[in-house]
């Protein structure tokens, strides 16, 4: 079922309504038809003597024919009209690419993996055991710059060695103090955020003997990361995907047709052809995207994960 905030399910609902209340009728009709002209209830000497291939034209009853003609016609229209303008409502204007609230990327189909390309930068902050906004990520020129309240690094620092790690440069840890530290510019790399890259930066506490505490993270995506399989985007934005299919060398491109069942959205993508496809996702949480045209032999293992996080305002 689509989420409750999308058309979706409110058009669901409508027609679950409607569908009970003509199934109520129908069945209570036949039930009452088969309990009053039951065999041996009614009198044979009373029973019209119909003659096949002729209408009983003394039984005609305009007013209940007029009924059961306008009646359905009516509730038929209806629901073809509330269908209509959900239809409008999800495809009748496209998200503006150049609004602030637009997200954009790029999604291929491949036998049989999909494929998503950051067409603009996304930041989020990522699960940790700190209390929210005790830890700071502040972005300049020459790195990011990573600063801890004094009575966090006092508690946590009790407990091991409190250390930056920057997801790429994982052998360079940075100590963390109260003063905070600036992640950035190792070996010469510059700055921790670079083009083409998820960099995740993770506090953390190195505890002797034990599991790892995270306390914070920081996640930047930077225009023109590829992704295969698996994609973040960001809460309460307009999604625009600009799709094709393409061949893999080895397998042809061929038919797909990607499908968001969290959202109840699903466009077909041809090769050689950009289609669109777009929704606004109202909250976060971890979706499946999967792929509804048969496109051969391992077709249903073309699954991807789609992540929808709180994102930050900037980006480096």
């Known amino acids: 079922m689509p989420a409750e905030y999308t058309v979706f399910n409110a058009?669901?609902?409508?027609?679950?309504?409607?569908?009970?209340?003509?199934?109520?009728?129908?069945?209570?009709?036949?039930?009452?038809?088969?309990?009053?002209?039951?065999?041996?209830?009614?009198?044979?000497?009373?029973?019209?003597?119909?003659?096949?291939?002729?209408?009983?034209?003394?039984?005609?009853?305009?007013?209940?024919?007029?009924?059961?003609?306008?009646?359905?016609?009516?509730?038929?229209?209806?629901?073809?009209?509330?269908?209509?303008?959900?239809?409008?409502?999800?495809?009748?204007?496209?998200?503006?690419?150049?609004?602030?609230?637009?997200?954009?990327?790029?999604?291929?189909?491949?036998?049989?993996?999909?494929?998503?390309?950051?067409?603009?930068?996304?930041?989020?902050?990522?699960?940790?055991?700190?209390?929210?906004?005790?830890?700071?990520?502040?972005?300049?020129?020459?790195?990011?710059?990573?600063?801890?309240?004094?009575?966090?690094?006092?508690?946590?620092?009790?407990?091991?060695?409190?250390?930056?790690?920057?997801?790429?440069?994982?052998?360079?840890?940075?100590?963390l103090t109260s003063d905070g530290v600036m992640v950035g510019d190792i070996d010469a790399k510059g700055h921790p955020y670079r083009m083409g890259e998820h960099s995740v930066i993770t506090v953390k506490v190195i505890v002797e003997g034990g599991d790892d505490i995270i306390l914070a993270e920081r996640h930047h995506i930077s225009a023109g990361y590829v992704n295969v399989g698996e994609a973040w985007i960001p809460n309460n934005n307009d999604i625009l995907y600009r799709m094709t299919t393409k061949d893999t060398g080895e397998h042809p491109a061929v038919l797909h047709a990607p499908f968001l069942s969290e959202w109840g959205v699903k466009e077909d993508v041809s090769p050689g052809i950009w289609t669109i496809m777009y929704f606004h996702p109202q909250e976060t949480g971890t979706f499946e995207m999967t792929c509804t045209e048969f496109c051969g032999l391992q077709h249903s293992l073309m699954i991807a994960t789609v992540h929808v996080v709180e994102p930050l305002g900037g980006a480096a």
């Open 11 to 175: 058009l669901y609902s409508e027609f679950m309504f409607w569908s009970i209340v003509v199934g109520v009728f129908t069945f209570a009709w036949m039930t009452y038809t088969l309990l009053v002209h039951r065999q041996g209830l009614v009198s044979e000497k009373t029973l019209e003597k119909l003659t096949p291939g002729v209408f009983p034209k003394e039984r005609d009853n305009l007013k209940l024919e007029l009924t059961w003609i306008i009646a359905p016609s009516i509730l038929i229209a209806w629901l073809v009209w509330v269908s209509w303008q959900s239809l409008v409502g999800s495809w009748g204007t496209i998200p503006d690419p150049l609004a602030e609230d637009t997200f954009e990327m790029e999604l291929v189909g491949y036998q049989w993996f999909w494929e998503f390309t950051y067409v603009e930068n996304l930041e989020w902050d990522g699960k940790g055991a700190a209390p929210d906004g005790s830890i700071t990520f502040t972005n300049t020129t020459g790195g990011v710059e990573v600063g801890i309240w004094d009575d966090v690094a006092t508690t946590y620092g009790a407990s091991g060695q409190l250390v930056v790690v920057l997801s790429d440069l994982a052998d360079h840890p940075y100590n």
